[in-house]
RNA sequence: UGGGGUGUAGCCAAGUGGCCUAAGGCACCGGAUUUUGAUUCCGGCAUUCGGAGGUUCGAAUCCUCCCACCCCAGCCA
């Protein structure tokens, strides 16, 4: 389900050439998260890009969890990962995971000892740390480097059977120490951990490293085409050495592509797992989180989501994507398929004094101003009625056309109003607003030579429903957060990056929210009911604002 | 001279020696339509492709040198 129609990326181009050198009849890719944490939309791109190319070329994706350490892996990230990809709309072929290849990965070791390929270090971590030399100076060979096959048999069985703590050994492929590239001077392959395993349960008590069980995965599960993010570049010399000295079944071919990034936020799991657990945010779905699920309670649609990726493009170049461009995919979606209604988040009463008290004016309006087939719905107009705050200026500037004292405004469906008293508590605050209407303004009339400009938003009082309203703002106040390596990222948190207004009225219709429904509050933005909500109370999120230039030229204006 | 990568507008990104005096999107700046300062629509926005040389009738695309930035020294993935 890649909706959209990118150039041929690279990685495109080179399955096209794959495929025309007639190496394989049928692609298969894989999606390969450790289940450590919750997938952010940098994972999006990969999934994207995986399942995506398996669609298109009719052939398969494995959704497969790359859990090859306990300590760090949990079935809470399996279960939540598996619905992320669901919801982004897309489908494994099927679903695997590394440990199923515990015992394979087991053979293969052993087949490397038996070639005189791996051998057992009893070197402890620092010592071998100083064995393996710098980035300008190479290492040096282990002296337990030249054990024999039946000795490294024997160590690497007593290994597997628990007989040694954690660290004492290790079991390294014999390659290079003298190697330019680190990976390749004798990689540890497996490492005992006594810790129980969510799948494998007490079974192992050797893990295998991801360097020697990724590539194997794949080969086992006959991947034609792996597909990493750079830092792994300098793997693929171990990947291919790993499956061209053991029998694997085929050779995928690693192809590596630059991750996401967006500005104001991080993209990091490290980091993610830092902000829910240090209750920087509410959890890994809170609404300010790049996470898929944070995104999702937000009320992004996935096809926004694939859109974003679609249009950022897939390259090896490093990349920072600004959020306005994932705000426009958002906006693009919900345009299209979100019903209008009217909300007033910071309510001022307005009495319209020659409006008739008890008397209620139904008015039928459109639920979409470009799309009929949307139907129409009534609202009430009464003498009493709330406007947002922000629509009201005691002095306002020229450029500001909504109500001030002695101006007059156009109520959005409804007729024209003009403000003649501005009613204010003990501390001086604008409480109520006294206006009359224009009865020749009913219903879109424009009398002659008569030009209202401003036109606002508002809610009968007598009929709507309160609720409370989450404005979300980015979470970072710096375009990037890790910019200043003196300071913690944490430190350029946004501490606006949530405002919650408790004192909402919303039109009867945002009461009872349709399922699954994104609504246009008019003039302010999309708006998304949370699950915290409850049936006397709505909660929504705003998912992002409308354009919005009186904000630019006001911004302009205070500058 | 450790290795591996990347450099096209503020941010992404097409371009794979001639149709490039360089697509498209975002952002930005105009202007039209509009009972959402929304949407939509029109127009503007790189004589230049990190820099300098070179090859060629012709270079963003090929060669040489230089510069900048990113990744790598977990028994993490």
Redesign the pocket.
């Known amino acids: 389900m890649s909706d959209n129609l990118?150039?041929?990326?690279?990685i495109r181009?080179a399955i096209n050439a794959d495929l025309a050198d007639k190496k394989h009849d049928k692609i298969v890719t894989r999606f390969?998260?450790?289940p450590?944490g919750y997938l952010h939309i940098g994972h999006a791109k990969s999934i994207w890009l995986n399942f995506g190319i398996a669609d298109d070329y009719e052939g398969e994706c494995t959704l497969r969890f790359?859990?090859?350490?306990p300590?760090?892996e949990d079935e809470e990230f399996v279960t939540a990962i598996e619905e992320d990809v669901r919801w982004l709309g897309f489908k494994w072929s099927r679903i695997a995971h590394?440990s199923d290849y515990f015992p394979k990965l087991h053979e293969f070791a052993i087949e490397l000892i038996h070639k005189g390929l791996a051998y057992v270090?009893?070197?402890?971590?620092e010592?071998?740390?100083e064995y393996?030399?710098?980035?300008?100076?190479p290492?040096k060979n282990s002296p337990y480097r030249d054990r024999s096959v039946e000795e490294n048999m024997d160590l690497f069985s007593r290994m597997k059977a628990g007989e040694f703590a954690?660290?004492?050994?290790?079991l390294r492929a014999k390659i290079d120490m003298q190697?330019?590239?680190?990976?390749l001077?004798d990689?540890?392959i497996y490492?005992?951990?006594h810790h129980a395993h969510q799948r494998t349960g007490d079974a192992w008590c050797i893990?295998?490293?991801?360097?020697f069980?990724?590539g194997l995965s794949d080969a086992i599960e006959g991947v034609t085409h792996s597909l990493c993010t750079?830092?792994?570049?300098?793997?693929?010399?171990l990947y291919d050495w790993f499956l061209s000295h053991v029998s694997a079944p085929c050779h995928p071919r690693q192809i590596?592509f630059?991750r996401l990034?967006l500005?104001y936020s991080v993209m990091s799991k490290?980091m993610l797992t830092q902000l829910v657990n240090n209750g920087h945010v509410d959890g890994w779905d809170d609404p300010r989180m790049p996470t898929i699920s944070g995104l999702r309670r937000r009320g992004f649609t996935a096809s926004a989501v694939r859109n974003f990726i679609g249009?950022?493009?897939?390259?090896?170049?490093?990349?920072?994507?600004?959020m306005?461009?994932l705000?426009?995919?958002v906006?693009?979606d919900l345009?299209?398929i979100s019903p209008?209604a009217m909300g007033v988040l910071k309510p001022l009463k307005l009495v319209i004094e020659n409006f008739p008290e008890g008397e209620s004016e139904p008015i039928e309006v459109a639920n979409?101003?470009?799309d009929p087939s949307m139907g129409t719905r009534n609202i009430l107009l009464t003498r009493e009625i709330y406007i947002d705050h922000d629509?009201f200026m005691e002095d306002?500037p020229k450029?500001?056309?909504?109500l001030g004292p002695d101006r007059e405004v156009?109520?959005?469906?409804?007729?024209v109003v003009h403000c003649h008293k501005v009613i204010k508590n003990d501390a001086g605050e604008v409480i109520e607003l006294r206006c009359t209407y224009d009865p020749n303004?009913?219903?879109?009339?424009?009398p002659e030579g008569r030009k209202v400009?401003?036109?606002?938003?508002w809610v009968s009082a007598e009929h709507c429903v309160d609720a409370s309203v989450r404005l979300y703002d980015r979470l970072f106040q710096e375009a990037n957060p890790l910019a200043d390596k003196t300071k913690a990222f944490t430190e350029s948190l946004n501490p606006h990056s949530l405002q919650v207004l408790t004192n909402c009225k919303l039109e009867l219709s945002l009461g009872s929210p349709s399922v699954d429904t994104r609504y246009?509050?008019?003039?302010?933005g999309y708006f998304y009911p949370d699950i915290d909500s409850s049936s006397s109370h709505p909660i929504y999120n705003r998912i992002v604002t409308?354009?919005?230039?009186?904000?630019?030229?006001?911004k302009?204006r205070k500058s």
Do not use: C
Request: net charge positive; hydrophobic share 25%; glycine share 6%.
């Open positions: 990118e150039p041929v990326n690279f181009q390969p998260p450790e450590n790359d859990d090859t350490n300590i760090k590394a270090d009893s070197l402890d971590m010592t071998m740390r393996r030399g710098t980035l300008k100076e290492g954690d660290g004492k050994h290790v190697s330019s590239n680190i990976n001077r990689p540890v490492r005992i951990r893990y295998p490293m991801y360097d069980t990724h750079l830092e792994f570049e300098d793997h693929r010399a590596e630059s990034n500005n490290r249009s950022v493009g897939i390259t090896k170049k490093a990349n920072v994507i600004e306005s461009m705000e426009n995919a906006r693009e345009d299209s209008r979409h101003p470009n629509d306002p450029k500001f056309f909504r156009r109520l959005r469906y409804g007729f303004t009913r219903h879109g009339q424009q400009k401003g036109i606002i938003h246009q509050f008019e003039r302010l409308l354009r919005d230039s009186w904000a630019k030229i006001d302009q």
